[in-house]
Nanobody, 127 residues
Framework: QVQPVEFGGGLVQAGDSLGLACVASARAFSEYAVGWFRQAPGKEREVVAAISWSGAYTGYSDSVKGRFTISRDNAKNTVYLQMNSLQSEDTGVYFC????????????????????WGQGTQVTVSA
C-alpha cells in the first residue's frame, strides 16, 4: 500500500496560481489512480480532480473545470495539481489519495473509492 505525501500548499491572493504535488515512495504508485480532494472548515471532503494510472484519463469537479489541471509523471511517482485563477472558495485542506486495482481508463471521483490518503496541505486564497 502506498503512502501519498502532499507538497506545495500556501497562502495566495485571488487570481493567483499555485501548484501542488503528490509523491509516493513506492514504485507501485504508477499503478494507482490518484485523486485530489479538498475540505473546507465545516464542510465535507469533496473531489477536485482525478487521474487514471495511465495518466491518459482525467476528471474534474464542475467548480474547478477549466481552472485546474491534474497530471502525473509515473517515472517520478508524482501527481500534480496546477491551480489557476484561484478564488476564495478554493480555500481548504487539499488531500491526495490513491486507489488500487483500477482499469487503465478509470479515475474514481468518490471518496469511498480511495484506499490511501495523505495528511493534506493547506491552501488559503485571500479575497
Amino acid at each position: 500500500q502506498v503512502q501519498p505525501v502532499e507538497f506545495g500548499g500556501g497562502l495566495v491572493q485571488a487570481g493567483d496560481s499555485l501548484g501542488l504535488a503528490c509523491v509516493a515512495s513506492a514504485r507501485a504508485f504508477s499503478e494507482y489512480a490518484v485523486g485530489w480532494f479538498r475540505q473546507a472548515p465545516g464542510k465535507e471532503r469533496e473531489v477536485v480532480a482525478a487521474i487514471s494510472w495511465s495518466g491518459a484519463y482525467t476528471g474534474y469537479s464542475d467548480s474547478v473545470k477549466g481552472r485546474f489541471t491534474i497530471s502525473r509523471d509515473n517515472a517520478k511517482n508524482t501527481v500534480y495539481l496546477q491551480m489557476n485563477s484561484l478564488q476564495s472558495e478554493d480555500t481548504g485542506v487539499y488531500f491526495c489519495a490513491a486507489a488500487r486495482d483500477r482499469v487503465y481508463n478509470d479515475y474514481p471521483m468518490q471518496v469511498r473509492d480511495y484506499d490511501s490518503w495523505g495528511q493534506g496541505t493547506q491552501v488559503t486564497v485571500s479575497a
